[in-house]
């Protein structure tokens, strides 16, 4: 059970003498094996402080993969959990550089802080006391309020909302079910201009939003679907894509780049675009931008005789249609070992197939297993990691 902190605490931990103790319970290890001795200890030199002590250094450990920046955070660990990583908080920042904002559900300030840095005049409110109480200290740059998104107390400035997305203790995509609920937020601040945070998950077509949608990946993982306001969205955009990373590499993507492709057989190489790519729907625009085609227009692998730099690639050895024993021949003709399987279009549970063909060499391959047309194909490939752009 995590520890449920109180305003009280709140504002012993934001104290000198607060930060001081901070500092003692900081030299303690606080790992699996030490844990219940080092309780104990901190209960007979802090008293009942020791919880919301413990928890907070255990927390600031966890946050610096998370949110990278060096401060020292106030958190819990539901905040924790839903608090946007630094690169991503720091893109959206960077989009609204100069602007004056108001974050209307700033929880404990991952985004508030970073905004704060970015901005014109910064404003977070949370319905939540305690989160509003921390986020007043991690973002002291900030003007932080109590207030309910729901309730506009703000003028002019740029609403940036992030819902939770827990309902019932459930993840969800839908989008009357966040917490606040999507339709009441945008109701709420119709004639404003307004950056909201979704699940990367959620139908935005459904939506019919007017301005531009925004899917964020970071490290290859797609984290979040913002919506930008017609005044706010980039010109002619009304999808993007932005791939960002954690060593500081990116790119970005939009549809009001051409979508122009060939259609012809494969390539040499075979490249899965990134999540956001394909959650944006512009598997074509960026094909045409990195002189790319589909391997069929149904699905979302590309082809071409080079690798765009900064991207992994499959060069592809051979190709066979999808029969498990000509393909099991293939693998030990080119001394396949460890197998990489890709599908998109056919129906294949990975791990079963690779049991059943039995890679036994030394080489590293990938299959890739498409339907082309109407025919399910393979093609055995040569993994190649991403190299730096
Ligand atoms: C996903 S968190 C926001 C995380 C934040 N962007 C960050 O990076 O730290 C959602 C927040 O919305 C707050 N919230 C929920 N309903 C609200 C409402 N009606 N008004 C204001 N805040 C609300 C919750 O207390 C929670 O802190």
Redesign the pocket.
């Known amino acids: 059970m995590a520890y449920e902190f109180t305003l009280d605490d709140v504002e012993f931990l934001r104290s000198p003498r607060g930060t001081e103790e901070l500092d003692l319970v900081d030299h303690m290890p606080l790992s699996d094996q030490t844990l219940v001795r080092d309780i104990t200890a901190a209960r007979e030199r802090h008293g009942d402080r020791a919880g919301a002590l413990i928890e907070t250094i255990r927390l600031r450990r966890r946050a610096r993969v998370k949110l990278d920046v060096d401060r020292p955070w106030l958190l819990t660990a539901d905040?924790l959990e839903?608090?946007?990583p630094a690169p991503v908080?720091r893109h959206r920042a960077q989009r609204l550089r100069g602007l004056d904002i108001h974050?209307?559900?700033?929880?404990?300030?991952?985004?508030?802080s970073v905004l704060a840095e970015h901005g014109g005049r910064v404003i977070g409110?949370?319905?939540?006391p305690v989160?509003a109480a921390m986020a007043a200290h991690n973002a002291p740059d900030a003007l932080v309020v109590r207030?309910?998104?729901?309730v506009p107390c703000s003028r002019d400035a740029v609403v940036v909302a992030?819902?939770?997305?827990r309902a019932d203790g459930r993840r969800t995509h839908d989008p009357s079910k966040l917490?606040?609920p999507l339709p009441d937020l945008l109701a709420a601040h119709a004639n404003r201009h307004l950056v909201v945070?979704c699940a990367p998950g959620i139908d935005y077509d459904a939506l019919g939003w007017p301005g531009e949608v925004e899917v964020v990946s970071l490290d290859g993982g797609v984290r979040e679907t913002s919506l930008w306001s017609p005044g706010l969205a980039g010109t002619g955009v009304s999808r993007r894509a932005t791939i960002l990373r954690t060593d500081g590499a990116g790119d970005t993507i939009t549809d009001a780049e051409p979508d122009g492709i060939p259609e012809r057989p494969e390539g040499e190489w075979i490249i899965d675009p990134d999540g956001a790519i394909v959650r944006a729907g512009l598997v074509r625009h960026y094909a045409a931008r990195e002189g790319l085609w589909q391997l069929d227009p149904r699905i979302a692998y590309l082809t071409g005789d080079h690798r765009p730099t900064g991207t992994r690639g499959h060069r592809i050895l051979a190709r066979t249609p999808f029969r498990e024993k000509p393909l099991r021949a293939l693998l030990r003709h080119h001394d396949c070992g460890s197998l990489e399987i890709l599908a998109r279009g056919v129906r294949i549970d990975p791990d079963a197939l690779r049991r059943r063909l039995k890679p036994t060499g030394t080489r590293s391959l990938s299959v890739v297993i498409v339907r082309i047309g109407d025919s399910p194909e393979a093609f055995v490939c040569e993994p190649v990691a991403a190299t730096a752009r």
């Open positions: 905040a839903q608090a946007t908080a974050d209307v559900t700033c929880s404990i300030g991952a985004d508030l409110s949370d319905i939540d989160r207030a309910d998104a729901l992030d819902p939770a997305r917490v606040p945070k």
